[in-house]
């Protein structure tokens, strides 16, 4: 699906009617805030990640949402009920963890099952329920073994079936592929994306993976410190980061700090050793010290000899060269800016450290913060 498009469904989504909605949210542990007053709806149908790094309050906030954790202060509304006071088996979620948390002594099909049952569901319907989750998960042929008889891959496709098997209004997951390999977890993660998308079903995911939040969601809660610092989709979140924080956390940026100048038409910003860079065009604050980003795949690498060819260009040495197969990632340094890295696409590197080059990148590329945010 074209990006355009995607940005386009999470507008959508996020139009439509909230069936989280989270107001002023709080929980203290002692003198701690762990969530520190968070504001959140979340659409219906809407795939929405909590991203954060460890600490910052994500397994807290989604522990509130299932009514696992008891709220400080604030209130939790699911559709239009008030259930910040509801105990979590009545608030109609389906709930994943890191830990499968399997019966070792049922089957997958009576694992799966199990949620139906407590629900006084029929046996009819049990079986046809069971079988339907079952093909959607794609555990076809594995219905009678036990937990311990399958890969950590499956025991979680198990766990997610069970989650959903009784068609919750809300699926909770908190860092559901953490405990898998690389492969699994990139396999997993595609299945769950998928079986959401099938089943409509609103979604929150609790992840401290970028990529697995990038790769999944409709829209993204960057949480630092019991705040969220952003709530965009991940497009936005990548090429228009609110703070430093949320640039530096989601893939690598070169932050450049300096003031903001009018040039005739053009913004500048001025560096503290007085090296003047083009500002995308924009609202820029003449005067203000600001921030600006540049993602290191929109930097381009030349040989320092075509340095005075390019409009503007800054000569640096090339400190380190790494391979990483798609891309070759350059640290280079200059005085008046520190440490750039730049990826490029070079089949083989091109430059070692030593060599002396220039590089430059388009106006446009770049995106302001305008604060001095630290
Ligand atoms: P994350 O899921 O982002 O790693 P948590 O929500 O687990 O973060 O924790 C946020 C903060 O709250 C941390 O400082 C953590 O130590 C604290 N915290 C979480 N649970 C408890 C608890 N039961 N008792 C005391 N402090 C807690």
Redesign the pocket.
């Known amino acids: 699906m074209a990006s355009h498009q995607l940005i386009n469904n999470a507008k959508q989504i996020a139009s439509q009617s909230p069936v989280i909605e989270v107001l002023g949210l709080r929980?203290d542990?002692?003198g701690?805030a762990?969530?520190a007053g968070i504001d959140l709806t979340v659409a219906e149908g809407e795939f929405l990640s909590i991203l954060?790094?460890?600490?910052?309050?994500?397994?807290?906030?989604?522990?509130l949402i299932a009514g696992l954790?008891q709220p400080t202060g604030g209130r939790i509304m699911i559709g239009s009920r008030d259930v910040t006071l509801v105990p979590p088996a009545q608030r109609d979620i389906g709930l994943v963890f890191q830990s499968y948390a399997l019966f070792p002594n049922m089957t997958v099909a009576g694992n799966i099952a199990f949620p139906l049952a407590v629900r006084g569901a029929n046996k009819r319907d049990m079986k046809a329920r069971v079988e339907w989750v079952i093909d959607l998960v794609r555990l076809n042929g594995l219905e009678n073994r036990k937990p311990s008889q399958l890969s950590g891959g499956q025991q979680q496709r198990v766990a997610i079936a069970r989650a959903v098997v009784f068609g919750p209004r809300l699926l909770l997951l908190?860092?559901p592929l953490a405990a898998l390999d690389r492969k699994l977890r990139d396999e997993v993660r595609v299945e769950l994306r998928r079986l959401q998308r099938t089943l409509g079903v609103t979604t929150v995911l609790?992840t401290?993976d970028q990529d697995e939040a990038m790769s999944t969601s409709d829209r993204i809660a960057v949480?630092a410190q019991?705040l969220i610092q952003q709530i965009a989709t991940p497009a936005e979140l990548y090429r228009q980061p609110a703070n430093r924080f949320v640039a530096g956390f989601l893939g690598i940026a070169n932050l450049l700090e300096g003031v903001v100048a009018r040039e005739g038409d053009d913004a500048v910003l001025t560096l503290d050793g007085g090296m003047k860079l083009p500002l995308p065009s924009g609202n820029a604050l003449p005067g203000s010290r600001a921030t600006m980003v540049v993602r290191p795949e929109r930097i381009d690498l030349k040989p320092a000899t075509d340095a005075r060819t390019s409009r503007f260009g800054i000569d640096c040495e090339v400190v380190d060269v790494v391979y990483h197969g798609e891309v070759v990632r350059y640290t280079v340094q200059a005085q008046p800016i520190g440490t750039v890295i730049a990826s490029c696409q070079h089949v083989v590197p091109r430059f070692s450290p030593g060599d002396h080059v220039c590089i430059t990148w388009r106006p446009e590329d770049g995106w302001l913060l305008q604060e001095s945010e630290k």
């Open positions: 929980k542990y002692g701690v762990a969530v954060g790094p460890s600490g910052s309050g994500k397994s807290t906030l989604l522990g954790v908190d860092e609790v401290h949480l019991g």
